[in-house]
């Protein structure tokens, strides 16, 4: 006799951290990235064969026309190619975000399939959800979804009565990172700037799909690599001297390598900025990376902060010399820079 197989569900429940759990789920991560900050529902309704499907992305539609993107984000996850109701929606909503999660890897984790649904071949029970996710990236509410939608006029509610998400929280949530004084002397940061203005800068993009694409929409800004082994070597003693020691001390990592040795220029000339929130170790390339150094070189400008939005609102501005450093896990942005330049050193560190 045939014995009928067994599921198991990941149970997600308030609290919980989105950022680690989506972490095996790119295409889902990097849009929950983009939304750093803000509240965002992701429904899954895995189908739009479903009962419950038609229901859940109408209900996905009017939210999103009720809510301004910059207090809550709405995303669908589907296993399926997209048919004709998500292209329609998508059409008439175009703040709705539709993910295509294929290989089923943000449907198991999140729970709406069961660990054991590997094959899209096989037929598998589901639990179709919705879940509220808080500008801190952690599960605020869960939701069933439903042939009839009574949670849509639920999370509707919800999401009426929460305060802005830069009040979301009743104390400041500082974000785990370091400010370090007179990392770099004035001299060395005058020698960095004319290296730079010496070779002239080359405008760098972003990474998607493994591929570097110039989006100025997303980041805008002029790199020059430093090629000067003795110059590479002062930069680097003081990084040893001055920055690990601190890592040691409250991160409990020994650095022991440097990676990429540039000088970063934001010029409001060029209206530079690099406001696409993203984090520096999330691809398979970049996953050794730990912590991310930013060595202010000047100070005479305005804008160019470095603002972390799953914690606060707020923008950091170190002066010219000094360093801010931070995991390379932390969703990160830099704001336009609006009158002058901003030099920058940008290496990251590792063991």
């Known amino acids: 006799m045939q014995t009928s197989p067994s599921f198991s569900f990941a149970n997600i429940s308030r609290g919980d951290p989105v950022a680690s759990l989506a972490r095996p789920c790119p295409s889902l ?6 939304a750093g900050g803000r509240y965002v529902v992701v429904c899954f309704y895995l189908a739009a064969d479903t009962p419950w499907a038609e229901t859940a992305l109408n209900g996905l539609g ?44 943000a449907a198991r984790v999140f729970g709406a399939l069961p660990r054991e649904a590997v094959d899209r071949r096989i037929s598998t029970p589901a639990r179709p959800s919705w879940l509220v996710i808080d500008p801190t990236q952690h599960v605020l509410a869960t939701f069933p979804c439903t042939a009839e939608g009574g949670e849509v006029a639920e999370i509707g509610d919800l999401l009426a009565g929460l305060p802005p998400p830069e009040r979301f929280s009743p104390i400041e949530l500082p974000p785990p990172i370091l400010i370090l004084p ?20 080359q405008e760098t993009g972003i990474s998607v799909n493994a591929e570097v694409q110039i ?14 082994p003795a110059l590479i070597e002062a930069a680097h003693r003081r990084l040893r001297s001055r920055i690990a020691p601190e890592i040691k001390r409250l991160f409990f990592m020994d650095v022991t390598r440097v990676d990429r040795n540039i000088v970063a220029c934001y010029a409001a000339e060029d209206e ?20 991310a150094v930013s060595i202010n070189l000047t100070d005479d400008f305005e804008g160019g902060s470095v603002r972390f939005p799953e914690y606060n609102q707020r923008d950091y501005k170190a ?23 901003r030099y920058v050193f940008l290496p990251f560190v590792f063991d």
């Open 215 to 228: 989006d100025h929409s997303r980041k805008r800004r002029r790199d020059c690599r430093i090629d000067d």
């Open 62 to 105: 009017a939210l999103s026309t009720r809510f301004g993107a910059d207090h809550a984000v709405f995303q669908g996850v589907g296993v399926k190619p997209e048919g004709e109701m998500e292209t329609r929606l998508r059409a008439a909503h175009p703040p709705m975000i539709l993910i295509r999660d294929l290989e089923r890897k």
């Open 272 to 291: 530079a900025h690099f406001m696409m929130a993203h984090r520096d170790n999330n691809s398979p390339t970049t996953a050794y990376r730990r912590f």
């Open 182 to 201: 007179n990392v770099f002397e004035p001299e060395l940061c005058r020698t960095l700037i004319d290296t730079y203005e010496r070779n002239g800068g």
């Open 319 to 341: 002066p010219a010399g000094w360093a801010v450093v931070f995991p390379c896990a932390i969703l990160h942005q830099v704001t336009k820079v609006t009158a002058g330049r």
């Open 29 to 34: 991560q990097n849009e929950l990235d983009r």
